[in-house]
């Protein structure tokens, strides 16, 4: 698949058809994810990220799809690959981000191991605001008729927590606050735009949130429900 959105190969005998106008709930690792009460929601298919592996609210939930980034995929992690190895998931690999550790023999055993399911892609929107983002673009690629996000956040100020890594608490990359914050604004408008030319309703699940960002966004274009609101409270 290459379109002005994205450059990706899928694994071989790759079912699309099966997301074509389903749900999907991508969940990232920012707060919102432990705050936020989005597994009452009904939803066909959850896409992760990186360390979904320590967050209890995904420990008796299937993932569909996992995107993991470079450290992740040489960590040697057997939580990774115990949850891998039960739940036949497919392994997204970006290789902007990633490229560099395929030489390392980490990756190579990895990739070894779960090359049938491996995934590769690149979105053209690059920002600070992390692996998610991304995965909620190439989810949209999949033609889906409801995209939920939650765990794409931002930073209301220096004690955010994030939902994955306990130790992590923060702006990882030491970048300014409104810098950071600026990119997940502009993810928020980038996956507006893309959404409403497939004809794919998205929202927010993170609204209203100190931390979240896209607030300012989707409160326009595509604020939550009522309904929404009452199940995830």
């Known amino acids: 698949m290459i379109n002005e959105y994205i450059k990706a190969q899928f694994p071989k005998n790759f079912d699309f058809k099966k997301y074509e106008g389903k749900t999907i709930i991508v969940v990232g690792g920012g707060p919102t994810t432990n705050d ?10 959850i896409f992760s990220c990186n360390e979904y592996f320590n967050c209890n609210k995904l420990n008796d939930k299937h993932i569909e799809i996992v995107s993991l980034i470079n450290r992740v995929l040489v960590s040697n992690s057997k939580k990774l690959q115990e949850r891998l190895d039960k739940e036949n998931t497919i392994v997204g690999i970006e290789p902007i981000h990633s490229g560099h550790v395929y030489n390392r023999s ?5 990739h ?3 090359h049938n399911r491996c995934l590769f892609f690149d979105t053209t929107f ?6 998610a983002p991304r995965l909620a673009i190439l989810a949209a690629m999949l033609k889906p008729k409801t995209i939920y996000m939650v765990g794409i956040d931002g930073h209301g100020d220096s004690s955010t927590l ?6 992590l608490q923060g702006i990882r990359d030491g ?7 600026g990119d997940y604004i502009d993810f928020a408008n980038y996956m507006y735009k893309i959404c409403k030319k497939l004809n794919i309703t998205i929202y927010n699940l993170g609204e209203g949130h100190k931390d979240n960002m896209a607030t300012s966004v989707c409160k326009i274009h595509y ?6 609101k009452d199940i995830i409270k």
């Open 223 to 228: 604020p939550l429900t009522d309904k929404i």
């Open 106 to 110: 980490e990756f190579k055993l990895f």
């Open 126 to 131: 690059q920002s600070r605001c992390g692996t």
């Open 36 to 45: 936020v009460s989005w597994q009452n929601l009904e939803y066909d298919y």
């Open 162 to 167: 994030h939902s994955f890594d306990k130790n």
């Open 112 to 114: 070894q191991k779960y």
């Open 175 to 181: 970048k300014p606050l409104h810098v950071v914050n």
